[in-house]
């Protein structure tokens, strides 16, 4: 079955840091998303990427879908406080999203 | 509503019994996902509701676990003799479709003593 890898699976930074989290997938995808959990809380979505090689932007975030389609990235730029939880890549669509294993992320003050 | 609602927020329930847990979807969502997750771990998928077609009962780990929907809006997930590997947290989300964001409910944490 399709296996979705992500890395690294924890990251401390300090405030001000870059952060990057990155989703493996074993086969081809049709589109990805990424959601972030912040603790306690629920996942909530962030962006959906579609088209080889897309680059999208979110203030300080920035997602991008790999040329083949197998892979993606979220960048973080300058990290805040506000950053800390889980970000999870989700590969679909066939009829429902499988989850990657997730990120998380930690900031220091 | 606004969001994705479920009910109880918390159950503790006694090893053996059986639990009913709520979803109500935002209106208009004609898909409806339940998922579970562990402390610490992601998210594992359990059944999927599109509009009236058959659901996809794929991720049910045993037939101890059972989920309806009525139309396109209220789902509920029922465990029967609940164990201790059932604690986690159960959570709901919906979506206007298959290639939508999902919005989540914030979830049902069940603990099974």
């Known amino acids: 079955g399709q296996q979705v890898m992500q890395i690294p699976q924890y990251q401390h930074v300090q405030e001000g840091e870059d952060f990057t989290t990155y989703c493996n997938s074993s086969t081809t995808l049709s589109n990805i998303q990424w959601y972030k959990q912040r603790p306690g809380g629920h996942p909530v979505f962030l962006i959906q990427l579609v088209k080889s090689g897309e680059v999208k932007k979110q203030k300080r975030l920035t997602f991008q879908f790999g040329e083949a389609k197998k892979n993606s990235s979220l960048h973080i730029t300058a990290t805040q406080t506000t950053d800390v939880g889980t970000y999870f890549c989700a590969l679909g669509p066939t009829d429902k999203l499988i989850f990657g294993t997730g990120t998380r992320l930690q900031v220091f003050p | 509503g606004a969001g994705v609602s479920q009910s109880p927020s918390n159950k503790v329930t006694e090893k053996g019994k059986d639990v009913e847990l709520r979803c109500d979807p935002i209106?208009?969502?004609?898909?409806l996902y339940w998922y579970r997750q562990r402390l610490g771990q992601g998210l594992e998928f359990l059944i999927y509701?599109?509009?009236?077609?058959?659901?996809?009962k794929s991720g049910l780990p045993s037939d101890r676990f059972s989920a309806e929907r009525t139309g396109e809006s209220v789902s509920t997930l029922t465990i029967q003799r609940t164990q201790q590997e059932d604690s986690a947290v159960y959570l709901c989300?919906?979506?206007?479709?298959?290639?939508?964001?999902?919005?989540f409910g914030s979830g049902t944490r069940l603990t099974v003593v």
């Open positions: 989300a919906s979506s206007l479709g298959v290639a939508a964001g999902y919005t």
């Open positions: 509701f599109q509009g009236n077609s058959a659901p996809d």
């Open positions: 209106s208009g969502h004609t898909a």
